[in-house]
């Protein structure tokens, strides 16, 4: 079966821009997670999404969001970027809530800021 | 935002020796997981534990979810230059949802 594919790979943006990344889960998965990780960091949480619906947030501000499509695919979306936005953007998938059934993640999103 | 504290920060091994390494936080976790990373991928996940005091294993891998559940420990035996990355422990208090996430030990080994 395929992991969890994200897209794109690679992305440049400038300030004050808006990007949309894309993940698609493990087939079968339903609950859908974003990280944010920053060069040289662990990767921090973002969102959960489960059933098409937030199941938690991290602490990023409101020019963060996302949603869950009914096929469990998802989107990040990010308004205003900032210089700081800067980071690999990672999906990870499972296939339920249950803390027994930990997540796999993608190969995540570079996204530059210039 | 929080990250758990990761030791060593980085250790450079010779091929075929054991490695040690662990995982510290102020808070208790009744999920804990081990990931490694490679550069330009995502993190790989290696061993989950769910129970203070368990350890379990997973080739050469072997991992403890530590009695005071704030803490966790990975040792890598005979490494071989494929164990070369960046390996992160992880945290979680409730459900899978939410990962909390260490600082990170980098392992670099040499011939």
């Known amino acids: 079966d395929a992991g969890v594919t994200q897209s794109p790979t690679h992305l440049i943006k400038t300030r004050g821009q808006h990007v949309t990344l894309r993940c698609s889960p493990i087939?079968?998965?339903?609950?859908v997670s974003w990280y944010q990780q920053v060069l040289g960091q662990g990767p921090q949480f973002i969102f959960q999404y489960y059933e098409k619906e937030e199941r938690g947030r991290g602490n990023f501000p409101d020019r963060f969001s996302a949603r869950q499509f009914p096929n469990y695919s998802s989107e990040l979306n990010v308004n205003a970027l900032l210089l700081g936005d800067s980071a690999l953007y990672l999906c990870?998938?499972?296939?339920?809530?249950?803390?027994?059934?930990?997540?796999?993640f993608g190969d995540g999103t570079r996204l530059s800021i210039l | 935002g929080q990250q758990l504290n990761q030791s060593p920060q980085s250790m450079f091994i010779q091929e075929g020796e054991d490695v040690s390494m662990n995982c510290t936080s102020s808070s208790i976790f009744n999920t804990w997981l081990w990931y490694k990373q490679d550069p330009g991928e995502g993190p790989v996940l290696l061993i989950a534990l769910y129970k203070a005091g368990e350890l379990t294993s997973n080739g050469r891998l072997t991992a403890q979810f530590g009695i005071t559940r704030k803490d966790s420990f990975l040792n890598i035996s005979a490494s071989i230059p494929s164990d070369v990355g960046i390996y992160f422990c992880a945290g979680s208090t409730g459900t899978a949802s939410k990962l909390t996430f260490g600082t990170g030990t980098r392992l670099q080994v040499t011939l």
């Open positions: 087939s079968g998965h339903k609950s």
């Open positions: 990870a998938s499972s296939r339920d809530r249950d803390r027994a059934r930990p997540q796999h």
